[in-house]
């Protein structure tokens, strides 16, 4: 491996032309289409949340990040560490793909290959790229719903040294600390940081439950990061990132509370990149090897409402080796902006995982691997129309191979301040290793025959910004109307003693908005997604995609250094389905038992305090709703957060 390092670094440097140092972050859009791009011209509904965006709203960890994006819906089980499914687009918790700097996070040793929101922090990433639509077409398996990819932050060009933190405590015994440094030097770039987070936290067991004692569901957690670059000459760069995380929590059960359940997560990422420019510009290629691999341990000691333990431990590891090319093609006619995206994936992964407790045990030894080519290609018309097309072909071994699809186009019509566009697509999700080679002793073996879960999907959509006022863009209404249909889901036989390819569904839905900017220090979005997910042979509405959520940001500058940015989030109701629902002794309901709405009301203010430093207030919950995400499990109560944050 280390001769493999050394040669890319090297072959790379010798193919390189002129000198330039690093730059920063392009207002371009990789994730869309896998070429650089303006996000008004990507044919897919994107949400960007930048760093300006993450700290003024105080977004902490991920979760808090994503819930007011359009087409999103998170379901934790209680607070930071606990498992915390993301659906997109009313699709499953599977049929989203994370991403870090483009390399998959999803665990490969979770049982069904949903990637947990709950884990991950902010204070290493600059932005948050949400592309919501079946993209398998770009990024191969998982990708159905939708794909998230964190961009960690960049040197800055101009400073050898850059010093930058934060520090902030508050209730329910929190303290929360970051300090980086990050800077260029000639041809080298270099940024290292550092984050931990102590907080008691709150009960994750709803307190109606008669048998909840209240005892809160603690977290710990430690982040560091360190990435080194060389731009030898201008349009070549190699860059290596290591990324480290490790989270200890408390955790619960319902219907009843449970004090000595935790649980331990770690992440260890890395990955080696280099990338050149040939014939003038003209070819862009790049190779990429990452690793990650991702150990959790989860603990349940005896206690007062029960005599059981357990001890589970779960272990998933994953390979990627990715060359990726782009090719400026030359204009021909009313065509110009042409770009050839192509490229080939090869992926390894591995699961190790023991869990269970007295009479049963859940074992996993098992590894696949998938290779993929895809290629894309994208024009302008008549220097308003854009124009994608991708095709992408992956392998895996022991099932079935998968080819999936996706064209789209993008209409400006400046003479209207307006822009439609128009998309369709293919997508899949491969069965996780668990569900191909589980075994828990005595009653269910994972299917190795299984097939990958399929979808095909479309998505129309439009915004305007309509002047008034003397402003440009006074009022700015969107919307997007998206519907799919996925076969071949993935669940139990009859006999509950291994998993098949049964099920089927149907989604449509709509992403509407409305930006209002009345005046230069006032702006206002609320965001209403409307979500029809059913399962296509019983005509039930598929558990925990609830029918509306609504979310209302803003963000006011009443002073030159003050900004303050609240935020309004109602989740409608949501079935349950096959996931249990319990009353307040503990009974359990029927399958059709649906839970009710809820809202929850945040507020952050910055201050700007001094030239390079601010003072922040992050106020969570202000209502202390009571509102359950999912059955039993109450959202996070009350807080309150007081900080500063730096950058010398």
Do not use: C
Request: proline share 5%; charged share 20%; glycine share 12%.
């Amino acid at each position: 491996m280390r001769r493999l390092f050394l040669f890319l670094a090297s072959g790379l440097a010798a193919l390189a032309t002129p000198a330039r140092a690093q730059q920063a972050i392009p207002d371009t859009i990789v994730t869309g289409t896998r070429i650089p791009t303006p996000a008004e011209r990507v044919p897919a509904a994107i949400t960007v949340i930048t760093r300006q965006e993450i700290e003024e709203r105080g977004y902490q960890s991920l979760a808090e990040a994503l819930v007011s994006v359009p087409g999103i819906r998170l379901a934790p089980l209680g607070g930071l560490g606990a498992q915390t499914t993301g659906f997109v687009r009313g699709n499953s918790g599977r049929a989203v793909l994370v991403l870090l700097d483009g390399v998959p996070l999803n665990d490969p040793a979770e049982a069904n290959g949903a990637f947990n929101f709950g884990n991950d922090l902010l204070f290493d990433v600059e932005r948050i790229e949400v592309l919501r639509g079946p993209t398998s077409a770009l990024y191969g398996s998982a990708a159905i719903g939708g794909v998230i990819n964190l961009v960690t932050r960049r040197a800055p060009a101009d400073r050898a040294a850059q010093p930058y933190g934060e520090l902030a405590g508050g209730t329910q015994r929190t303290l929360r600390g970051g300090l980086g440094v990050a800077g260029t030097v000639g041809t080298v770039d270099y940024l290292f940081s550092g984050q931990s987070i102590s907080t008691e936290g709150s009960n994750a067991t709803a307190p109606r439950f008669e048998r909840s004692l209240g005892e809160r569901d603690g977290f710990r957690g430690g982040y560091g990061t360190a990435r080194l670059g060389w731009t030898p000459t201008e349009g070549s760069r190699v860059e290596a990132l290591l990324r480290w995380r490790q989270t200890n929590f408390g955790l619960d059960s319902v219907p009843q509370d449970d004090p000595n359940y935790s649980g331990e997560d770690r992440r260890y990422y890395g990955q080696l990149r280099g990338e050149t420019r040939l014939f003038d510009g003209i070819w862009t290629t790049g190779l990429r090897i990452a690793a990650t691999e991702d150990r959790r341990t989860y603990s349940n000691l005896p206690d007062q409402l029960s005599f059981s333990s357990t001890r589970d431990y779960y272990r998933g590891r994953r390979t990627v080796l990715d060359w990726g090319n782009t090719v400026r093609l030359p204009s021909a006619g009313i065509l110009s902006d042409g770009a050839l995206g192509f490229g080939i994936t090869h992926t390894g992964e591995e699961s190790l995982s023991r869990s269970g407790g007295a009479g049963f045990q859940t074992l996993v030894d098992a590894s696949q691997h998938s290779t993929g080519g895809y290629a894309t290609l994208q024009y302008r018309a008549f220097e308003r129309l854009d124009l994608t097309a991708g095709l992408r072909h992956d392998a895996t071994t022991g099932f079935t191979d998968a080819t999936t699809w996706r064209v789209g186009a993008v209409l400006a019509l400046p003479e209207i301040a307006s822009r439609v566009r128009v998309s369709a697509g293919s997508g899949y999700a491969a069965p996780s290793l668990y569900q191909r080679f589980g075994v828990i002793s005595g009653f269910f073996q994972g299917n190795p025959e299984l097939k990958p879960e399929r979808s095909l999907g479309w998505e129309v959509g439009a915004e305007t910004d309509i002047p008034a006022f003397g402003r440009r863009a006074f009022l700015t209404p969107s919307f997007t109307y998206f519907q799919s249909r996925v076969r071949d889901l993935i669940n139990f036989n009859g006999g509950f003693n291994t998993l098949v390819n049964v099920d089927r569904a149907r989604i449509h839905g709509a992403e509407l908005g409305l930006t209002l900017r009345p005046a230069s220090w006032f702006e206002t979005t609320a965001a209403w997604t409307i979500t029809e997910a059913f399962d296509d042979t019983t005509d039930r509405r598929l558990p925990r995609r609830p029918e509306h959520v609504v979310s209302i940001t803003a963000r006011l500058a009443p002073l030159p250094k003050l900004v303050i940015a609240p935020t309004v989030l109602f989740t409608g109701r949501s079935p349950e389905g096959a996931f249990a629902s319990y009353d307040n002794g503990g009974s359990s309901y029927a399958y059709a038992r649906s839970n009710p709405a809820g809202t929850v009301v945040n507020l952050t203010a910055t201050w700007q305090a001094f030239e390079q430093a601010t003072v922040f207030l992050e106020a969570r919950n202000l209502g202390n709703s009571r509102y359950e995400p999912a059955n039993g499990f109450v959202t996070p109560g009350r807080s309150l957060l007081v900080g500063t944050r730096f950058a010398l």
